[in-house]
């Protein structure tokens, strides 16, 4: 568990150690080799290739990490209040909830910047949105089941309130649940941000970020691989990371069962 959540910190993090000014643009200085001043050279308007990275991360890495706390606390709580009853009002926000479910990610992302324009902030929004109408069914589900089972009637036998058994006793059971789901979703979420901005969604023309920078060299994979090879590679090392670290929660929900 360490080594991935090392890596992801790296990434996220890396841009306090950043040598350059990662939008410094200067022409006579593109597509220069690795040197001491730039570690991994420059793009073709002279910037920082290291910089870039280590700077995108932080876009890219910053967005999935707000995107999934506020989906854990929001998605949680109304799953639970959800799942603990089967009133005429819940059933009829399950029936939206199924529907919703069912929109895709880039439907939420074209909604959104069509009302407010393309930002990091929408980008959040946008990510948040679906994810949590997953959340929600997945712990309203669990909830469900939980209270089938004999420790929650027996809460509900001494008298306890509908609350505190939704919150002492069936939440604690569900926090695994939840976090191997997130941490899996992220990688998806990391996958789906550089997606959308590489197409040049989502996202203002001044945020550096992975997708953009795929977007902007790929025109040169030939020439100077090295300048699309390299957010490639950063991609690809955190989505390990993510589902690297979603496994192992896995394994310990599994033996905790």
Not at 25 to 44: A, M, W
Not at 46 to 75: E, P
């Amino acid at each position: 568990m360490i080594l991935p959540l090392l890596v992801l910190c790296v990434c996220a993090f890396g841009f306090l150690l950043a040598p350059n000014d990662p939008d410094l643009v200067d022409l006579t200085k593109k597509f220069l080799s690795p040197c001491s001043e730039f570690p991994l050279g420059t793009d073709n308007l002279g910037r920082c290739v290291l910089s870039r990275l280590l700077y995108g991360g932080r876009t890219t890495l910053g967005i999935v990490l707000v995107g999934s706390v506020t989906v854990s606390v929001l998605g949680t709580l109304a799953g639970l209040l959800m799942g603990g009853g089967k009133n005429g009002k819940n059933l009829i926000l399950e029936g939206v909830l199924n529907a919703v479910t069912a929109i895709p990610p880039i439907a939420y992302l074209i909604i959104f910047i069509a009302a407010w324009g393309n930002s990091v902030f929408t980008m959040v929004v946008a990510v948040s949105a679906s994810l949590m109408m997953r959340v929600i069914k997945l712990v309203q589900t669990r909830t469900g089941i939980e209270h089938g089972k004999a420790y929650v009637m027996c809460a509900v036998a001494s008298g306890a309130r509908p609350h505190r058994i939704l919150f002492v006793h069936i939440l604690p059971n569900l926090v695994w649940d939840v976090l191997h789901f997130i941490c899996l979703s992220c990688a998806d979420m990391t996958l789906s941000i550089v997606s959308f901005s590489f197409i040049g969604l989502g996202m203002g023309d001044n945020v550096v970020d992975w997708g953009s920078m795929v977007s902007e060299t790929h025109h040169y994979l030939l020439s100077y691989p090295g300048l699309t090879l390299y957010p490639v590679l950063m991609i690809v090392v955190c989505t390990m990371a993510f589902h690297t670290l979603g496994r192992w929660i896995e394994r310990r929900v599994s033996a905790h069962a």
